[in-house]
């Protein structure tokens, strides 16, 4: 009889391969699960940056986990790194919000307005209370032609002391959001708080819903359209946005 048949023979164990690609899938990943973005600032895939504004705005409070909700602490650091990257040509805000922390929204709009490169936003289905200064703070503004804007007086959460300096915070912060939407649209600033303190119009609630082809009307969003109109407006404005600078280096 064979010795052969004795002796078992032993295979080399098989050298798992690394896939690169598994880093990336995964890096993609923990983008969509923590800032809800499938490209950051510092992809070299695209030269625009597509920000998502959904759900409520969350601010100095933690809201709770069965809220859908974007986190300004992630949209800062973003617009701040496509300010800096050279890669990033121009930004695209998506949003689709209920609104949320006032100072919050406030704070994301004016970062998204002080960005020199072209900006355009887009609301789809809805840019209601806070998201209204976000959807006018880009240099180009662009609503569904279904999508809605709900106008309505500064609200507080919570306890309220009831002494004449409380209604004095509340009118002073309702003057801000004010000025920042007239300033950054060509709406009047007697026609917002016409939207805004009407009556009749909303339940249990002062205010307006403004639907998109009104919200042109106002001339508080500058044109009805969809993601192909805005993906066209930005390329146009970084086109020109790259002749300004040639023209300025010559």
């Known amino acids: 009889m064979s010795n052969h048949s004795n002796i078992m023979q032993q295979e080399e164990p098989a050298i ?56 300004y602490e992630h949209l800062i650091p973003q617009l701040v790194a ?48 806070i998201g209204v ?31 004449p300096q409380t209604f004095e915070y509340l009118d002073k912060m309702q003057e801000r ?4 939407v007239t300033n950054h649209s060509n709406i009047t600033d007697e026609k917002i708080k016409e939207l805004m303190f009407k009556t009749g119009e909303l339940t249990r609630d002062i205010g307006a819903t403004v639907i998109g082809r009104d919200a042109v009307k106002f001339g508080l969003i500058n044109a009805v359209g969809g993601v192909s109109d805005a993906i066209r407006e930005l390329n146009k404005r970084i086109e020109e946005h790259k002749m300004q600078q040639k023209g300025v280096l010559q």
Do not use: W
Request: proline share 5%; with cysteine.
């Open 16 to 71: 798992p391969t690394i896939d690169p690609n598994d880093s990336k899938k995964n890096a993609v990943l923990e983008n969509i699960q923590q800032l809800g973005q499938t490209v950051i600032a510092t992809s070299d895939e695209s030269n625009i940056l597509c920000l998502t504004i959904i759900g409520q705005i969350e601010g100095h409070l933690i809201l709770p986990p069965q809220n859908k909700t974007t986190k």
């Open 82 to 129: 496509a300010e800096q990257n050279s890669k990033i040509e121009g930004l695209l805000i998506i949003l689709n919000t209920v609104g949320g922390d006032v100072e919050a929204g406030l704070a994301i709009a004016e970062m998204i307005a002080s960005i020199s490169k072209p900006t355009v936003t887009l609301v789809l289905g809805g840019g209601h209370s």
């Open 133 to 163: 200064p976000i959807a006018v703070s880009a240099q180009y503004s662009i609503i569904a032609e279904s999508a809605t804007m709900t106008i309505h007086p500064i609200r507080l959460n919570g306890l309220v002391i009831g002494v």
């Open 177 to 180: 959001v004010i000025r920042f």
